[in-house]
């Protein structure tokens, strides 16, 4: 059974850091896109980052580039979102989701988001 498990959210002040974890079981980790994407309450989710994880090519919404980095570590089937600098409209709930096995990049994962598999979440919350 395909499971994601999130982890790493938290409460920061304006211009604080966090990393983001996102732990992937029960199938072949190669060839899948995986995506982190978040949801304000009240509006509609959106996708923050995505890996293709075959050859590690990345891309990012335009509203946290610079700021956020997502990487993995194919040893331990996890995907990590580094976040800094952030901001109080980055709050919101943060998921990761996997793809079907699929053969892509980076940019294509992000804007295709064709997503089979999602986590639980973990809650970011930024003060100003």
């Known amino acids: 059974q395909v499971q994601l498990v999130e982890s790493g959210g938290g409460s920061v002040q304006a211009g604080g850091s966090l990393r983001l974890s996102c732990v992937v079981s029960?199938?072949?980790?190669?060839?899948?896109?995986v995506g982190w994407f978040r949801q304000a309450p009240g509006k509609e989710r959106e996708g923050v980052a995505a890996?293709?994880?075959?050859?590690?090519?990345?891309y990012y919404a335009d509203s946290v580039k610079d700021r956020f980095t997502m990487y993995q570590d194919n040893a331990k089937n996890t995907v990590y979102l580094q976040m800094i600098g952030l901001k109080p409209e980055d709050t919101a709930m943060y998921s990761c989701?996997?793809?079907?096995?699929?053969?892509?990049?980076?940019?294509?994962?992000?804007?295709?988001?064709?997503?089979?598999?999602w986590g639980q979440g973990t809650q970011v919350t930024v003060s100003s």
């Open positions: 029960g199938y072949a980790y190669k060839d899948r896109c």
């Open positions: 989701a996997a793809s079907a096995p699929t053969y892509s990049s980076g940019r294509s994962c992000f804007q295709n988001r064709n997503y089979d598999y």
């Open positions: 890996i293709y994880t075959t050859d590690g090519s990345t």
